[in-house]
């Protein structure tokens, strides 16, 4: 993952680096499997890897596949990126280690979800049951602001359009 | 978009043999759900996603009369007014927002009703305003070739 992001900053053809987007996405993927989170492995290689590429592309044929060169140094904006991605990992310093079963977030309400849910929803699949039945008012909220995105995408290229043709 | 793709016959037998199982397999994570994983998103992204491929290979004007812009644009609002329906259908059966026990007698088969017109109202939301997006952009490209000839 790391050489596909090294590359994709050296690269200035628009093209390869759409297209190594993807492959960042698949290697995504894999790394979501090997964390047992399938099911947003599913997501990140559908939307990321599929959908999000083909989206490139078509922003891709309306402007050149070229980058411009730079006309300034990005050293300020080099040091800012440093500076967050240090913050961050200073941050993680405080979480629990990976796999801690006794971390905060597996000894609030993730013992009852799993125990509980045999008899109260019976769905195999937890994540179901989580998303949309114990959680159900934050995926509502979650396709509420899918559709908002749509509606916003369909408001700004739209009134485009009606100028060109009155 | 895809002018000289659709006089390419490898890729015309090659998506037709392939969108079919694209789309039972969008049906499948969507179905399938509860079991495995998967879900309304997956399978909204999914379904669009094999359009999108008929619609890169076919070209724009033959995806446009499968799935018409009107049906695409309702999709949008139709599977949130879906996933809220169930909340409100809990309302009207004497529960809370949202409340699927008392969709059903059986509480464990509310339940089950509700994540299931959840789930729908997820992926006709998520697919179609995937499907609106690439319209949109597609489209885009196109009036800006014919200004520029």
Partial sequence: ?166 | MGGRMRDDLILRVIAKLLIPFILLFALYVQFHGDFGPGGGFQAGVILAAAVIFYGLIYGLADARKLVPEPLVESMMAVGVLIYGGVGVAGLLLGGNYLDYFVLDPNPVHGQHRGIFWVEVGVAVTVSGVMLKIFYMFADRGRADDEDAS
């Fill in chain 1, 1 to 166: 993952m790391a050489v596909t992001v090294v590359v994709i900053t050296r690269n200035r053809n628009l093209f390869s680096v759409v297209v190594l987007a993807g492959l960042y996405s698949f290697l995504m993927a894999t790394v979501l499997v090997a964390m047992d989170a399938v099911d947003v492995a599913m997501t990140e290689a559908s939307v990321g890897a599929g959908i999000s590429t083909v989206l490139f592309l078509g922003a891709l044929a309306l402007c050149k596949s070229e980058e411009a060169r730079r006309v300034h140094k990005p050293l300020l904006p080099l040091l800012a990126s440093l500076a967050v991605g240090a913050l961050l990992v200073y941050g993680t310093l405080g979480l629990p280690e990976f796999s801690d079963s006794h971390a905060p977030i597996h000894v609030h309400v993730v013992p009852r979800y799993l125990h509980e849910m045999k008899h109260e929803v019976d769905v195999p699949n937890v994540v179901t049951a989580v998303l949309a039945s114990y959680r159900g008012y934050d995926t509502l909220g979650e396709t509420t602001v899918v559709f908002t995105a749509g509606v916003g995408v369909v408001a700004l290229l739209r009134r485009r359009r009606k100028d060109r043709k009155p």
